[in-house]
């Protein structure tokens, strides 16, 4: 079975800090993704990566940056936490094969900025 | 734009059969996924389509009209374990995947 693992379940912080989501699969998956999830929205895509150290913009990356430094994990950075931030964060995986393969999503991470 | 419609919220009754809608109006299209979504938890895949008709997977199915821009998704024999919210989601041109909001659906005994 494939795994994805997010590295907080609940996270409280403060307007202004850091923060760091990490995301950890075990497939050996080449793509990921994080989106965010808003009551009443859809997923909405902030980052995907299709490789090691690639990046691509989803559709609403302002305020978010990612780092893809190995193949099975791939970390949301916020560079400076705003309460519009508050959010369940889903990280997502899949296979780079087919066009059918589904995502893999990771528990989520629910977000509080203060 | 690209715009994916799910009703809001959907009542039924344990045993009873539910019919989900999803339409879709998307740039291109490489196929349409369901997933289901508990509370509190990650979203699992439940089917995908990309030709027209019916798949079915035990008690659900899964239906798409390409030139409609229209799927649902068929529960049958309702369990409570289904109280879910399920998602629609639509693969464009780009293979990119388009979300729906997705549908609250709540099980009465």
């Known amino acids: 079975d494939v795994k994805v693992t997010q590295s907080s379940r609940y996270l409280v912080k403060r307007t202004g800090e850091k923060v760091f989501l990490e995301c950890v699969q075990d497939?050996?998956?080449?793509?990921m993704f994080w989106y965010r999830q808003d009551p009443g929205l859809g997923l909405r895509l902030i980052y995907f990566s299709y490789d090691v150290k690639m990046k691509e913009k989803g559709d609403i990356p302002e305020g978010y940056s990612v780092s893809r430094e190995k193949k099975e994990r791939f970390s949301l950075i916020l560079e400076s936490a705003s309460t519009n931030q508050t959010s369940m964060y889903l990280c997502?995986?899949?296979?780079?094969?087919?066009?059918?393969?589904?995502?893999?999503f990771g528990p989520g991470t629910r977000l509080t900025v203060l | 734009g690209q715009n994916i419609d799910q009703p809001t919220e959907m009542t039924a009754t344990e045993g009873a059969i539910v019919q989900i809608n999803c339409t879709y109006q998307t740039s291109g299209f490489n196929g349409l996924f369901w997933y289901q979504q508990h509370a509190g938890e990650a979203p699992t895949f439940l089917s995908y389509n990309v030709l027209d008709g019916l798949e079915e997977k035990g008690r659900f199915s899964s239906f798409l009209s390409r030139s409609k821009g229209y799927s649902y998704l068929l529960l049958k024999e309702l369990q409570m374990k289904d109280s879910a919210s399920y998602l629609c989601?639509?693969?464009?041109?780009?293979?990119?995947?388009?979300w729906g909001a997705g549908t609250k659906l709540i099980i009465k005994p």
């Open positions: 989601a639509v693969l464009d041109s780009n293979y990119q995947l388009i």
């Open positions: 497939m050996d998956h080449e793509n």
């Open positions: 997502a995986s899949k296979t780079g094969v087919g066009v059918s393969d589904t995502q893999y």
